[in-house]
């Protein structure tokens, strides 16, 4: 059983709906908690970041993390077809990236 | 600002053959990384750099080797290349070990 479960998706959602998206995890030493964003075709680029339990909002973005019960989210407001990509999140035991652990991903596909 | 490169873009090999997957980063960061990234699988370490003289092994690390061959640049070469080693290569690297990851945009290798 892999560490990090996500939901593959697709997810496809009117434009100016929230999109939420989650990610279960069985290891409970996890600490540090990411979402990324990946376009078709690119890299992953670091959307969120957050530190134990709790809600971190960044423009759009909220990111909330429920270690009691081992999930986590990202929502994001007022959706834009921009936002079609797919959601990865990540998570790590220790500060140090060498131990981070990846979702396979959620596909968001926001329609105009 | 180019960031991560990664050279080729697009590699198909027969099994046996061996290549080298190029990367570098202009943004003068310590560590760097090696991805695969596969259907339903998420991204997984392969190998990584903390800093410029040293490499640990990460996740899935048989079949790989790599080279800091100097601050900017991190190779990871296949010996003899598998069927099972299809996949898109990410390089990443971290101004440190606990900084957020900046990938490139993927080495797509098929092996037939």
């Known amino acids: 059983q892999k560490e990090v479960e996500q939901d593959p998706g697709p997810l496809s959602v009117p434009e100016g709906a929230i999109v939420s998206l989650n990610c279960t995890y069985s290891n409970s030493a996890f600490q540090y908690f990411m979402w990324y964003r990946q376009y078709s075709r690119k890299g992953p680029e670091l959307l969120m970041y957050t530190y134990s339990s709790g809600n971190k909002e960044d423009g759009r973005f909220t990111a909330q993390v429920d270690k009691s019960s081992k999930y986590i989210s990202l929502f994001i407001r007022d959706s834009q077809p921009s936002d079609s990509a797919t959601y990865l999140c990540a998570m790590s035991p220790t500060d140090s990236w060498g131990k981070l652990q990846f979702g396979a991903g959620t596909q968001v596909v926001v329609t105009p | 600002n180019a960031g991560v490169t990664q050279t080729p873009k697009f590699q198909v090999l027969k099994t046996g053959q061996s290549m080298t997957l190029q990367c570098a980063q202009d943004m003068n960061h310590n560590s760097m990384y090696w991805y695969r990234q596969d259907p339903g699988m998420g991204l997984r370490l392969i190998y990584y750099s903390a800093s410029e003289g040293t490499t640990d092994k990460g996740e899935v690390p048989n079949g790989y080797n790599v080279s800091r061959l100097n601050k900017r640049e991190f190779s990871l070469r296949l010996e003899s290349a598998a069927p099972s080693q299809t996949s898109v290569y990410f390089c990443?690297?971290?101004?440190?070990?606990?900084?957020?990851?900046?990938f490139g945009n993927g080495t797509r290798l098929t092996v037939t």
């Open positions: 990443a690297s971290s101004e440190s070990k606990n900084s957020p990851l900046h």
